[in-house]
Each structure stands twice: as C-alpha cells, then as structure tokens.
C-alpha cells in the first residue's frame, strides 16, 4: 500500500469517524427523552467514535507526506 493511498484512507476514515460519532451523540440526545438507557448508550458510543476520530487526526499529524521511495538518504 502506497503512502498516498494510506494517507487518502485515513483522511477519509478521520471525517468519517467525527461526523459519525457526532451524528450519533445528538441521536443519544434526543433519544434520552423517552429511553433514557438507550440515549445514554448512543451517546458514549457517539463520543468514544469521535474521540476516535480526533486520534487518527493526531495520528495523520504525524505522518510524512512525502513518498518513502522519494526520500534520499544522506
């Protein structure tokens, strides 16, 4: 797997994560009005998701642009 490849995967698993996780917060949310056990359950698995997420942007932080096979050794 090319490091572009990796890079375009993870970018995409990154926003999908965040906005997954919050979309499912805020299901929790309303949910709780009437099954409080269920909206509880929605919302930290919501939150866990989108922690997820801010990882993997920390995580793409660290990553090299720059191909491995382009890099010169000195």
């Known amino acids: 797997m090319?490091?572009?490849v990796r890079i375009a995967t993870i970018d995409k698993l990154i926003w999908a994560?965040?906005?997954g996780g919050?979309?499912?917060?805020?299901l929790g949310v309303f949910v709780k009005r009437s099954a409080a056990g269920l909206g509880w359950t929605?919302?930290?698995?919501?939150t866990v998701v989108a922690v997820a997420g801010a990882?993997?942007?920390?995580?793409?932080?660290?990553?090299?642009?720059?191909?491995p096979q382009e890099v010169k050794k000195p």
């Open 2 to 4: 090319t490091a572009a």
């Open 17 to 19: 994560l965040i906005y």
């Open 22 to 26: 919050l979309l499912v917060v805020s």
């Open 42 to 46: 929605l919302i930290v698995l919501g």
């Open 55 to 67: 990882v993997l942007v920390w995580v793409r932080s660290r990553m090299s642009d720059a191909d």
